[in-house]
């Protein structure tokens, strides 16, 4: 595919993977929640999977009305956290989202928290065009230690014929620090040498927190020709800097009622966010 240069905020920007899966520049990513799920700790036995699809629905309008670019679909009600979901919430969640998908009118992807495969076998399954993950190193945090395996996951992208799925790698973890500490520029350039992204996501130190300015920078002169999106904590305040450094960014919290992680997508302040982006492109 041929490459052409844009600018979006004084920034030069390649034609790429973002281009070809979304359609614009400088895409806004917005998530959509999944409630807990069967098999965990906080699902709601008494609403049950009715409630759990009502709450997605719900979501994907209030993202469209507001004109987002594409969805990712996201269990991250399901606390405590786990590194490997079950296959009853992993069933919930593609029942679900072959149920909405023929309202969907952009590009979606999927995430399992912190689960890669069941990540990559949901995208699989329901036509996800990309799978956002924790897919290298080794981490330490609130939910033990975290051992990748990236290989494993590759092989197994292989085996289910999901190569053209494309594989969004968060290159610092949240709620958590890497065990062997180096420079960002050096674990992107690792990440990107070794583990072949398709993306490199920059995150906060948990959910709803942006990353420093600085560590957009870092990464985005370390990543070459790879896409780089903030994945946490961009908001009305702070997506335009953003995006004059960084290819993207995925938004949760920000488009919430009240901006609070937990609730359901407030379509004003969705509208809010792409009314400012869209004039930054213009």
């Known amino acids: 595919m041929e490459s052409s240069n844009n600018r979006i905020g004084g920034v030069t920007v390649m034609d790429n993977t973002l281009k070809e899966i979304f359609g614009v520049e400088k895409p806004i990513i917005g998530m959509a929640h999944f409630l807990p799920l069967p098999g965990n700790y ?102 033990g230690i975290w051992q990748t395996n990236c290989n494993e996951t590759f092989r197994y992208r292989k085996l289910i014929g999901a190569e053209d799925i494309k594989l969004f790698f968060t290159v610092n973890a949240e709620f958590s620090a890497p065990l062997a500490e180096r420079p960002l520029s050096i674990v992107t350039k690792s990440m990107i040498m070794s583990s072949l992204p398709d993306a490199v996501l920059i995150s906060g130190p948990i959910t709803g927190k942006v990353a420093e300015m600085d560590l957009f920078k870092e990464v985005k002169a370390n990543a070459k020709d790879v896409p780089v999106l903030a994945n946490t904590g961009v908001s009305l305040e702070t997506v335009a800097d953003i995006l004059k450094v960084v290819d993207g960014a995925i938004i949760g919290t920000a488009f919430k009622v009240d901006g609070i992680t937990w609730n359901s997508v407030d379509k004003e302040r969705v509208k809010k966010v792409m009314d400012k982006v869209c004039s930054l492109r213009k």
Request: charged content about 20%.
């Open 42 to 143: 906080l699902y709601d036995d008494s609403g049950g999977i009715k409630a759990i699809e009502n709450g997605i629905i719900k979501d994907v309008e209030a993202l469209q009305a507001g004109g987002i670019d594409s969805i990712m679909f996201c269990n991250e009600h399901d606390r405590p956290y786990s590194f490997k979901a079950g296959p009853a919430a992993i069933a919930t969640m593609a029942y679900v989202i072959a149920d909405v998908k023929p309202h969907l009118k952009v590009p979606f992807g999927v995430d399992v928290l912190w689960d890669p495969i069941a990540a990559l076998g949901l995208a699989k399954a329901t036509g996800a065009s990309f799978v956002r993950e924790i897919f290298t190193n080794v981490y330490s945090g609130d939910i």
